[in-house]
């Protein structure tokens, strides 16, 4: 299908599941089912008319039939998206962005850590990864705040049988909770996946991040070998608004997905 870079592309809404209780995930179809090209870690410009628009990564693998963005209520724009019903239209243009480099990754470990919203770009890396089978193995650490904040629990211990290593967490103890109690970047290491051969990626709050690199670190994780994606600061996906300038930086088009060794070289008031 045709790139909509400039002018956005109408699709329909055909099915809304409450991921969380902030949370939905929106599934969405073109006229005559044209399928969008994209890698995982991209992202589209999504708007719902008379309310604006803003930059949401895919969900779903480009290896998959269907197309579904993770949208948590926060804003106007979010909260105007989460009173639509299935049949409704919002508009997208897209794909922008780097995507990770899935195939300079091929034939290594991929441990990928994640908490709360920040899921959705490591799902669609994840299935991605098992789709097309060119990596060694494939580790999940996962947590949210409650059981309830959970995005697709269950879907997630499913993949285990599947040889995907999943390790959950919540932060506070709850009935009927089994696995870590803790934050994410304790539960990591716990884990202590081994940095031989692999590749780190993690999505999530900007404080967990920085201590899940802290955390990988100490693991012996090299700034090349971990990777994150960097979202906040985007608006126009185009370089063309300057907000997510950083030095000769634009974060929507040389981005969203950085290397931690790439960070480190931009300037400290990022």
């Not at 599941?17 to 399928?35: I, V």
């Not at 930059?55 to 998959?64: K, M, Y």
């Not at 995507?99 to 990928?112: I, Y």
Request: with cysteine; aromatic share 10%; hydrophobic share 35%.
């Amino acid at each position: 299908m045709t790139e909509y870079i400039y002018s956005p592309k109408p699709a329909k809404i055909k099915k809304i599941r409450q991921e969380a209780p902030d949370t939905k995930s929106f599934e969405l179809e073109f006229e005559g089912k044209e399928k969008l090209t994209y890698l995982p870690g991209q992202y589209l410009m999504l708007s719902v008319l008379g309310e604006g628009e803003f930059p949401v990564t895919f969900f779903t693998s480009p290896t998959e039939d269907r197309l579904e963005v993770c949208v948590k209520r926060m804003g106007k724009v979010t909260t105007a998206l989460h009173r639509l019903e299935p049949g409704e239209t919002v508009w997208v243009r897209g794909p922008y962005g780097n995507g990770f480099p899935v195939e300079e990754w091929s034939g290594k470990r991929l441990v990928l850590v994640g908490g709360g919203i920040g899921l959705p770009p490591l799902r669609s890396l994840l299935y991605y990864a098992l789709d097309r089978q060119k990596y060694k193995e494939i580790s999940l650490v996962y947590g949210a705040r409650s059981i309830a904040d959970l995005i697709r629990e269950e879907e997630l211990v499913k993949l285990r049988s599947r040889g995907v290593k999943v390790d959950l967490s919540i932060d506070k103890e709850e009935d009927g909770w089994n696995e870590f109690v803790g934050f994410v970047p304790d539960n990591l290491l716990r884990v202590s996946p081994s940095p031989e051969n692999s590749i780190a990626v993690t999505c999530g709050p900007p404080i967990m991040i920085k201590y899940v690199i802290q955390n990988l670190q100490k693991l012996g994780f090299e700034a090349g070998q971990i990777f994150m994606t960097l979202e906040m600061k985007m608006k126009c996906g185009l370089g063309k608004c300057g907000r997510c300038n950083i030095g000769g930086i634009y974060v929507c088009k040389d981005g969203p997905v950085f290397s931690y060794q790439r960070l480190k070289s931009l300037p400290p008031e990022f």
